[in-house]
């Protein structure tokens, strides 16, 4: 007589290739969302990092800052590269990082009128999404993931840069 299997040792094999699925389901759901996280502040962060980190062949010099509306700011520029030409007036975005009467060191867009701030600055300023998407994905990473460890390093990442934006800008 063969002995009659026990329903909870039948059912284990088959919770645990359940359990094993969810964990994996989670770990790729998290995974994609974090990640998705990370290439839109890098997306977004992009737009204006470009101009101002990859300044060769593009037109430098300063704006002096004379009128803000409430999107953006006006005022003429000044050349400071070989081959860049003055402008009677050039736009730069009205933000907390630009002030009426300042004058400020600029990257002109190519084809166009408008500038985006130069220098370390610039640079810092332009990556601010990115601080923000880290300290976002962060929690992601914590919480989906279960990776702690790399989620403080993300969010201190984050922080530092925000933190470095705040003080240089």
Request: a positive charge; aromatic letters at 6%; charged letters at 15%.
């Amino acid at each position: 007589m063969i002995p009659a299997m026990s329903s909870r040792a039948s059912a284990t094999p088959s919770r645990r290739a359940s359990g094993v699925a969810l964990r994996f389901g989670r770990l790729a759901a998290m995974g994609t969302v974090a990640a998705l996280i990370l290439i839109a502040g890098v997306w977004a962060s992009w737009g204006s990092a470009q101009h101002v980190m990859l300044t060769k062949g593009r037109e430098r010099g300063t704006i002096q800052v004379t009128r803000c509306g409430a999107d953006t700011c006006t005022g003429p520029y000044t050349p400071v590269s070989v081959g860049s030409t003055a402008r009677k007036s050039v736009v730069i975005e009205h933000t907390v990082a630009v002030r009426k009467g300042r004058t400020y060191d600029v990257v002109v867009k190519p084809g166009s009128d408008d500038v985006v701030r130069s220098g370390p600055a610039g640079i810092l300023y332009a990556w601010v999404p990115m601080g923000g998407a880290l300290l976002l994905a962060s929690v992601v990473v914590a919480g989906g993931l279960r990776r702690t460890r790399m989620a403080w390093v993300m969010a201190g990442s984050g922080v530092a840069l925000l933190t470095a934006t705040f003080v240089v800008v």
